[in-house]
Nanobody, 120 residues
């Protein structure tokens, strides 16, 4: 009973910036981890960044220094600020959340994705 809806993707020139949004809705006790993955054509889905409810973050090496993840726990929302974008960042970006749908049970949920295209 959890839905994740992404927004904020689009077309941007190399060196530009985008800010992605993901909002969780439904019935759940808490969200332990929220984050972002991406998948480019012909490639595997890969981790971009995650943030635990404690505030602890985890970033892929290829985005460190360029992307920043943040959460608003009151709004059940996670953000991804993407700066200095490169053409190789072009991909579908997926929101991910580890959610307690029952008091002591965690489940993994995915959004439908938002397209990010970076032109050179």
């Amino acid at each position: 009973q959890v839905q994740l809806v992404e927004s904020g993707g689009g077309l941007v020139q190399a060196g530009g910036s985008l800010r992605l949004f993901c909002v969780a809705s439904g019935r759940f006790f808490s969200i332990d981890v929220m984050g972002w993955y991406r998948q480019a054509p012909g490639k595997q889905r890969e981790l971009v960044a995650t943030q635990a409810s404690s505030g602890s973050t985890n970033y892929a090496d290829f985005v460190k220094g360029r992307f920043t993840i943040s959460r608003d726990n009151d709004k059940n929302t996670v953000y991804l600020q993407m700066n200095s974008l490169k053409p190789e960042d072009t991909a579908v970006y997926y929101c991910q959340a580890v959610v307690k749908t029952y008091r002591y049970v965690n489940n993994n949920y995915w959004g439908q994705g938002t397209q990010v295209t970076v032109s050179s």
